[in-house]
């Protein structure tokens, strides 16, 4: 299994909504990464779990709140989000603490902040 | 600092021609470099990576990039483009944990 699983695919939350985004791997990768992208723009690093600690926020602001529970699972909690903050979620695993190795990417969760 | 830049918003390219995305880097030390390509709605595919050896590299789809340190570029090429080809292609260099981007090149390829 080389896939990381996103959902939702879609999701559309008003401006006091709390929704919770969420991804799945089953490689063995123990580092696991949340990117922002907007339309046509480079994926934008947000967050870093290695050995399920974090060990690398983006200075991301705290209406977005990462938790990883276990090595195969990473979450991305949201509240108070703003319109701006509209994009591509997207997830992705690796083997940790070796900065040659490849990245696998979900498909990603499309939000929508009204 | 590390990073890479794609001098090219877009590239259009014919059917069965020859294709090569644009990439160059600005690293200290040795680079890891990667490219990735993403299709409509969809996240990042690996296609290659240079880490060190043959200047060639090989990759899916039959893809392949060129390191050249004299003048610091890692062009993606391939030698007969598809429209299947047609896709948002990115230059990355990871340094630590972080994969850092360029700013895409969005192929089309027209039949």
Same mark, same amino acid.
């Given at each position: &299994?080389?896939?990381?699983?996103?959902?939702? $695919?879609?999701?559309?939350?008003?401006?006091?909504? /709390?929704?919770?985004? $969420? %991804?799945?791997?089953?490689?063995?990768?123990?580092?696991? #990464?949340? =990117? /922002? +992208? $907007?339309? /046509?723009?480079?994926?934008?690093?947000?967050?870093? #779990?290695? =050995?399920? $600690?974090?060990?690398?926020?983006?200075?991301?602001?705290?209406?977005?709140?990462?938790? %990883?529970?276990?090595?195969?699972?990473?979450?991305?909690?949201?509240?108070?989000? +703003?319109?701006? &903050?509209?994009?591509? #979620?997207?997830?992705?695993?690796?083997?940790?603490?070796?900065?040659?190795?490849?990245?696998?990417?979900?498909?990603?969760? +499309?939000?929508?902040?009204? | 600092?590390?990073?890479?830049?794609?001098? @090219?918003?877009?590239?259009?390219?014919? @059917?069965?021609?020859?294709?090569?995305?644009?990439?160059? *880097?600005?690293?200290?030390?040795?680079?890891?470099?990667?490219?990735?390509?993403?299709?409509?709605?969809?996240?990042?595919?690996?296609?290659?990576? *240079?880490?060190?050896?043959?200047?060639?590299?090989?990759?899916? *789809?039959?893809?392949?990039? @060129?390191?050249?340190?004299?003048?610091?570029?890692?062009?993606?090429?391939?030698?007969?483009?598809?429209?299947?080809?047609?896709?948002?292609?990115?230059?990355?260099?990871?340094?630590?944990?972080?994969?850092?981007?360029?700013?895409?090149? @969005?192929?089309?390829?027209?039949?």
């Amino acid at each position: &299994d080389t896939e990381v699983t996103q959902t939702p $695919k879609h999701l559309v939350m008003g401006m006091t909504n /709390k929704k919770s985004l $969420k %991804c799945e791997q089953h490689m063995g990768h123990r580092a696991m #990464y949340w =990117y /922002k +992208q $907007k339309a /046509k723009k480079p994926p934008e690093l947000m967050f870093v #779990y290695s =050995y399920e $600690k974090l060990s690398i926020n983006e200075s991301v602001p705290s209406r977005f709140s990462p938790e %990883c529970p276990n090595s195969s699972l990473l979450n991305l909690h949201l509240h108070a989000l +703003q319109p701006e &903050d509209s994009a591509l #979620y997207l997830c992705a695993s690796s083997l940790p603490g070796a900065t040659n190795e490849k990245l696998f990417f979900g498909s990603g969760t +499309q939000l929508s902040v009204l | 600092a590390q990073s890479v830049a794609q001098p @090219e918003d877009q590239v259009n390219v014919a @059917e069965g021609n020859p294709l090569t995305v644009k990439c160059t *880097y600005s690293v200290s030390g040795n680079p890891y470099l990667f490219w990735y390509v993403q299709y409509p709605n969809r996240g990042l595919q690996f296609l290659l990576k *240079y880490i060190t050896g043959d200047n060639l590299v090989k990759g899916s *789809y039959g893809f392949e990039a @060129e390191f050249n340190k004299s003048q610091t570029s890692f062009h993606l090429k391939k030698p007969s483009a598809l429209v299947s080809d047609s896709a948002l292609y990115f230059c990355a260099v990871r340094r630590g944990g972080k994969l850092i981007f360029g700013q895409g090149t @969005e192929l089309s390829v027209k039949p």
